[in-house]
């Protein structure tokens, strides 16, 4: 069934107005008005729906249902991860999510070909967001990872997480993925642009307590380093085993 995000509260029985991307998206797919789709809002729970009123401006649903269906992993990751060009950001943060990210903290490093600021941030930032929100509709989530706001490299030093496993991919004082203790079931995991970290970042980064990871003598893309990772991560301590 299609699946779709709205940000307001479900609850079975009633009947809601869908927002006008929804509708659009609805008359794209030609759904019937016989058809269930499948609503979400992020609070876990998922809302099975049949339209009432299915037309080009406006549709409204019935919730027919609450629906309590786990698909997030045991594993908190949060991808700290330095900005990199426009087709290869979207692209990781989409697939992040498939995978099951937790949190997405995106950041400026000095190598990072991509500059932004001010409005131009929070208009990225945004599209982000909804980047994730198409990502979980497609994926079956129904809890939505938070895309924080931009920050620089040492601003997301600070505002780090202190009880959970930091990881840094990078080949300095690498050790494998699978040689890691994990402290609890959450992991802060930072990746490079495609121009990798400074030697001044990665020691900002280990005297923070981070921990070097590879994965194996090739060197790889920011957006594979960051998607193999999360897999294998996922592999090890998280749904995919």
């Known amino acids: 069934m299609p699946r779709f995000y709205v940000d307001f509260a479900l609850s079975p029985d009633s009947v809601v107005e869908l927002p006008d991307n929804v509708v659009r ?60 060009a426009a087709e290869r950001m979207d692209f990781t943060l989409q697939k992040s999510v498939e ?21 131009r941030a929070e208009k990225r930032v945004a599209r982000w967001q909804e980047i994730v929100v198409s990502a979980c509709e497609q994926s079956g989530r129904n809890i939505v990872p938070k895309v ?23 080949l300095n004082r690498a050790q494998k993925l699978s040689d890691v203790r994990l402290q609890s079931g959450k992991v802060v995991f930072m990746v490079g642009p495609e121009g990798g970290w400074t030697e001044k970042e990665e020691q900002q980064a280990f005297d923070a307590g981070f921990q070097s990871v590879t994965l194996g003598k090739r060197v790889l893309r920011t957006e594979t380093a960051s998607l193999a990772a999360i897999a294998a991560m996922q592999t090890l301590w998280g749904d995919f085993a």
Do not use: D, W
């Open 148 to 170: 924080l706001p931009l920050t620089t490299y040492a601003q997301a030093l600070q505002q780090l997480p202190q009880e959970t496993t930091k990881l840094l991919m990078s």
């Open 25 to 84: 998206h609805l008359n794209v797919l030609r759904v019937k008005n016989t058809e269930e789709i499948v609503l979400f809002n992020g609070n876990g729970k998922s809302y099975p729906a049949l339209p009432e009123v299915l037309e080009k401006r406006r549709a409204s649903v019935r919730i027919l249902r609450e629906e309590s269906t786990n698909n997030e992993s045991p594993l908190n990751i949060t991808l700290v991860q330095a900005v990199s």
């Open 99 to 119: 995978l099951g990210v937790t949190e997405i903290r995106p950041v400026i490093s000095e190598r990072c070909v991509v500059r932004l600021s001010g409005e």
